[in-house]
T-cell receptor, first 116, second 115 residues
Framework: GAGVSQSPSNKVTEKGKDVELRCDPISGHTALYWYRQRLGQGLEFLIYFQGNSAPDKSGLPSDRFSAERTGESVSTLTIQRTQQEDSAVYLC??????????????FGSGTRLTVV | AQKITQTQPGMFVQEKEAVTLDCTYDTSDPSYGLFWYKQPSSGEMIFLIYQGSYDQQNATEGRYSLNFQKARKSANLVISASQLGDSAMYFCAGRMEGSNYKLTFGKGTLLTVNP
């Protein structure tokens, strides 16, 4: 597609439920990144995919968080047993590998997750 | 590990004036890149400008320029002739070259342009 697409754009869930967040990167972008942005804060790195592999999962905050990528395309971030502190905007970015310095990384519009 | 520091939580500037947003970085890697992103209230992340550690000249993109001082480990963003539409959060980010290319972000600076 023309840009990075994330769905849903907004998600309200009850504490303890599982949620799945989806990211469709730009076609041909082999690198994919997930970030979390809490209200009024900067972006925290969660996980990086190169192709379908995740060589860096160092930012996943707990074992309730997992992610996968298939077909070197769509990625899904799953949060199990959601907690209120999981409320944030989850942003996905993609890039060629190595990234093109002229355009940086392309970010999606994010999924705003609210745990009530 | 790389650390990005933005010490200005908020900045104000008059329309048509220039403003400098501060960013310092801390890395032991000799090869790295520094980015600035703009995030309007709509939430999208807009790439503004990039500076590589081996670049000989400061980067410039339209009204944006990067005041890169390697010895001070600073990469300040200069916005000239501010416009009302420049009001947004601005994030400095860094990455180590040759690694997995992940970006490390600062906490951001909220810029408000006054008419």
């Amino acid at each position: 597609g023309a840009g990075v697409s994330q769905s849903p754009s907004n998600k309200v869930t009850e504490k303890g439920k599982d949620v799945e967040l989806r990211c469709d990167p730009i076609s041909g972008h082999t690198a994919l990144y997930w970030y979390r942005q809490r209200l009024g804060q900067g972006l925290e790195f969660l996980i990086y995919f190169q192709g379908n592999s995740a060589p860096d999962k160092s930012g996943l905050p707990s074992d309730r968080f997992s992610a996968e990528r298939t077909g070197e395309s769509v990625s899904t971030l799953t949060i199990q047993r959601t907690q209120q502190e999981d409320s944030a905007v989850y942003l996905c970015a993609s890039s060629p590998h190595p990234p093109d310095r002229a355009i940086g990384y392309t970010f999606g519009s994010g999924t705003r997750l609210t745990v009530v | 590990a790389q650390k990005i520091t933005q010490t200005q939580p908020g900045m104000f500037v008059q329309e048509k004036e220039a403003v400098t947003l501060d960013c310092t970085y801390d890395t032991s890697d000799p090869s790295y890149g520094l980015f600035w992103y703009k995030q309007p209230s709509s939430g999208e992340m807009i790439f503004l400008i990039y500076q590589g550690s081996y670049d000989q000249q400061n980067a410039t993109e339209g009204r944006y320029s990067l005041n890169f001082q390697k010895a001070r480990k600073s990469a300040n963003l200069v916005i000239s002739a501010s416009q009302l539409g420049d009001s947004a959060m601005y994030f400095c980010a860094g990455r180590m070259e040759g690694s997995n290319y992940k970006l490390t972000f600062g906490k951001g600076t909220l810029l408000t342009v006054n008419p």
